[in-house]
Nanobody, 116 residues
Framework: VQLQASGGGLVQEGGSLRLSCAGSGPSTYTRGWFRRAPGKERAFVAA????????YYVDSVKGRFTISRDNAKNTMYLQMNSLKPEDTAVYYCAAQGRFGDPYGYWGQGTLVTVSS
């Protein structure tokens, strides 16, 4: 499984960005977004089960971020609205091959910078 993240950039506080994660290779059970803020550990942001489309979010982004997928394009998205400076981070997409597996497949990061 190969993943390619894109869509990061510089945005003002309150603005929006949409990240994309294009995938190739075998199907996966779940795909997710993680982020690493400056000086912090990588942290979970959101995930979506590829077949059913069930979604999960960290509390800090609920109501602001929306994860979605396009099965035909094998692509996952993260729509980020009402961005805050604390959302500044390198965002990574990842995939879980089977239920219960760790996230074993990772794309390169895309930098999101939110200015105040």
């Amino acid at each position: 499984v190969q993943l390619q993240a894109s869509g990061g950039g510089l945005v003002q506080e309150g603005g929006s960005l949409r990240l994309s994660c294009a995938g190739s290779g075998p199907s996966t059970y779940t795909r997710g977004w993680f982020r690493r803020a400056p000086g912090k550990e990588r942290a979970f942001v959101a995930a979506i089960t590829w077949s059913a489309g069930n979604t999960y979010y960290v509390d800090s982004v609920k109501g602001r971020f929306t994860i979605s997928r396009d099965n035909a394009k094998n692509t996952m998205y993260l729509q980020m609205n009402s961005l805050k400076p604390e959302d500044t981070a390198v965002y990574y997409c990842a995939a879980q091959g089977r239920f219960g597996d760790p996230y074993g497949y990772w794309g390169q990061g895309t930098l999101v910078t939110v200015s105040s």
